[in-house]
């Protein structure tokens, strides 16, 4: 089971990181982070940088297609290499995902049109805009096609993909093996939760400030 986690520059770690801690995890799985030219591609704090050992022109046929976010994902909303690669690699491939704001690039390829899915909470109107059928949850399914909402959200949709491809009982193997149960410190974690005060603040310094 080949698949490919694209990552650019200025990705978010986690939303990379995140699903291939899932995913990579599944029986017969080979995890690849490609790029457009394979080196180290920098996360979005710049403090990080993961390794592209393929480039997209090596991994035409993923089994597996899954698109991070980030504020890197701004440089490729328009048709170009990546889009190329997603509409091909789509074509035949099992199941295309995304998380936080990586929805918008494979909404900008053309690959969501009508479909359910979901974003960054932040990113909602854009991905309507751009022919989704948004879906305000954590995370969402049509078809082939798996998304998720902010960074966190994409752990979320990996165990359930996981769940999906190879049953429930691995996908919860997967999970305690991760001890992945959390409780968070704080009721802060959606902006239906989080003090008005708080969603505020987020919004000012937000890359989407201005932007709807």
Request: with cysteine; proline share 6%.
């Amino acid at each position: 089971m080949e698949i490919a986690i694209l990552i650019y520059d200025r990705f978010t770690a986690l939303d990379a990181v995140g699903p291939y801690e899932v995913l990579s995890r599944l029986p017969g799985a080979k995890v690849t982070f490609v790029a457009e030219s394979a080196d180290l591609q920098r996360t979005d704090t710049r403090q990080l940088a993961l390794l592209a050992e393929a480039t997209l022109e090596e991994m035409p046929a993923p089994d597996i297609v899954l698109v991070p976010g980030g504020p890197g994902q701004d440089a490729l909303m328009g048709d170009g290499p990546v889009h190329e690669w997603l509409r091909a690699a789509d074509a035949t491939s099992t199941w295309t995902a995304a998380v936080c704001t990586g929805s918008l690039i494979i909404a900008a390829a053309g690959l969501l049109a009508g479909k359910r899915a979901t974003s960054n909470w932040q990113a909602l109107e854009q991905l309507g805009e751009l022919g989704a059928d948004v879906v305000p949850e954590r995370f969402v399914f049509d078809g082939k096609y798996a998304t998720a909402a902010g960074v966190t959200a994409g752990l979320d949709m990996a165990l359930a993909l996981a769940g999906r491809i190879a049953g429930e009982q691995v996908a919860q193997a997967i999970q305690l093996g991760l001890e992945y149960d959390p409780e968070p410190p704080f009721n802060a974690g959606s902006p239906e939760k989080a003090p008005a005060e708080i969603v505020e603040a987020v919004r000012a310094y937000s890359r989407f400030a201005g932007a709807t």
